[in-house]
């Protein structure tokens, strides 16, 4: 319970501080939208095609902004050593992994709220109803994504280059959840139901579940004076 | 007087991996027959088996030095999982070129997106970022930590890894009807088995040859490195 | 390509990579081998000297 309580005022913390700044949110909202126009100018997707690419394209775009949320993730205690602070006080490292991990996740669940309605939108999708089964998707798999990602943004906190080093160390780890979500959604998508996906939300998240442990075990090695 | 007798051991590890190497290339080029299906082609197996499971071994030393390091902190622990990471990309990336020339002949392609075949890439990929990360951090201890951190995460990762890239072709396609690596045990030649038999005994005696040699470099480095320092002090 | 062609292609490519791959360790090795070598005997003499 400790935990869960400290967890919870260093989140509040975190998003504070985003409130009063708003630097994450606003440019990985941007990045997410332009990347939607992107994709609708490299691709120009026929009407009937769009659905089935849909599941594909809004990961991606989920990809990148999460990972430019993730570079940015321990920037405020870098600056002007609070990282050390943080650290002398007596908090427990696992809930400094928990909250680091919420912050990311309530952080890229609100550009995602945005951006997939407005890909429906711009790409004339009429599947409406279908929208909160893959929310629900989605929501597992930006779990899986924010926990793996604070691990590797906090291994590559201390690296040269580290902006260009965190994509290279957290994609291939990231595989099963970006084979899992897209499948899904396409099956959500095609059927209209969940069906023959279930194996899928069971590996992603049983994903959550093992990564979501071995942070809370784990992250008080990784994150030392 | 130790270090004589460590040398010596070496030399016959890398004598007795010369030897099996030698017999088991005989074996698998010249005893064993060709496959009935495949024909000669299918002596890549005898490359192919052993590499990949020697990189196999590699990553789980790679876990096992790393959760020790975690766990106890003692630099011989990281030295075994950065040795152990450097040569299992050498093999991993040894297998990836074997299958590429072996699918050539047997599926036409010289890639093919074979759940096999994409796991060994994906595990290329996380340990060639190991390594990457290790070399971009300045601090010793600290980029021997965030190793360990990616040695026993890459290591947890692989099954749901395997997993999904199994069902993601096998949901998709039907599964390749000669797979390489699925040779017909059933009417397999005893020959055969024992040329799989001796070139993997080849690869592992050879593997340990290395990584002992690779171990003992990073050890003297070490040791390099806190003379410097105990002089500079 | 032949049969042969393929399976000494993919045998060349794998033994000549492992053996680039022996010879470059083996030369980092002496290297750094020699250079301890060379810090233990400026060590034992400079304390030598120190006497």
């Known amino acids: 319970m400790a935990l869960l309580r400290e967890s919870y005022l260093l989140l509040w913390k975190d998003l504070l501080l985003e409130l009063r700044q708003r630097d994450s949110l606003l440019t990985m909202f941007f990045f997410g939208t332009l990347l939607l126009f992107v994709f609708h100018f490299s691709f120009d997707p026929a009407p009937e095609k769009v659905a089935e690419m849909a599941p594909a394209l809004l990961w991606l775009a989920f990809l990148f902004t999460g990972t430019l949320g993730l570079a940015q993730l321990f920037q405020p205690e870098r600056e002007n050593h609070c990282l050390d602070a943080l650290l002398l006080s007596p908090v427990d490292r696992g809930a400094l992994f928990l909250a680091k991990s919420c912050f990311n996740l309530v952080l890229m669940i609100v550009v995602e709220i945005v951006v997939i309605p407005l890909f429906w939108i711009l790409f004339n999708l009429r599947s409406w109803n279908l929208l909160p089964q893959l929310f629900l998707v989605t929501l597992l798999g930006t779990i899986g994504f924010c926990v793996l990602g604070t691990i590797a943004s906090a291994i590559t906190l201390r690296a040269r280059a580290r902006e260009l080093l965190l994509p290279l160390v957290l994609f291939p780890l990231m595989i099963p959840v970006i084979l899992a979500t897209i499948r899904c959604m396409e099956n959500v998508l095609r059927t209209g139901e969940f069906g023959d996906a279930i194996p899928w939300l069971r590996l992603l998240l049983s994903f959550d579940v093992i990564f979501l442990t071995v942070g809370v075990l784990i992250f008080d090695r990784v994150i030392e004076n | 007087m130790a270090q004589v007798a460590i040398k010596k051991r070496k030399g016959i590890l890398g004598a007795l991996a010369f030897v099996a190497v030698v017999i088991g290339l005989f074996w698998s080029l010249v005893i064993a027959p060709p496959d009935a299906y495949q024909g000669d082609v299918q002596r890549i197996m005898y490359l192919h088996l052993p590499s990949i499971l020697t990189a196999y071994l590699s990553y789980f030393l790679v876990f096992i030095g790393s959760g020790m390091y975690l766990w106890k902190r003692e630099k011989r622990d990281d030295l075994l999982a950065h040795s152990a990471a450097e040569i299992g990309v050498l093999f991993t990336a040894l297998t990836i070129i074997e299958g590429s020339i072996w699918g050539r002949p047997t599926w036409g392609v010289w890639w093919t997106w074979d759940a096999r075949l994409t796991l060994t890439a994906i595990l290329l990929l996380i340990y060639v970022g190991y390594l990457m990360l290790r070399s971009l951090i300045e601090d010793e201890n600290r980029a021997a930590s965030a190793a360990a951190v990616l040695g026993i995460i890459g290591f947890l990762d692989i099954p749901l890894i395997h997993m999904s890239v199994y069902w993601w072709r096998t949901l998709h396609q039907p599964p390749s009807i000669l797979r390489p690596d699925k040779a017909p045990w059933e009417n397999v030649h005893p020959a055969m088995l024992t040329a799989l038999a001796i070139s993997f005994v080849g690869f592992l005696l050879l593997y340990f040859y290395l990584l002992s040699m690779r171990y003992r470099l990073g050890e003297m480095r070490e040791e390099i490195r806190a003379r410097r320092l105990d002089r500079g002090a | ?51």
Not at chain 3, 6 to 29: D, E, N, P, T
């Open chain 3, 1 to 51: 390509m032949s049969a042969w062609g393929f399976v000494s292609l993919a045998y060349g490519i794998v033994w000549g990579s492992i053996l680039v791959y022996l010879i470059l360790l083996k030369r980092r090795y002496a290297s750094t081998a020699a250079d301890l070598d060379a810090l233990r005997s400026t060590e034992a003499t400079s304390s030598d000297a120190k006497k």
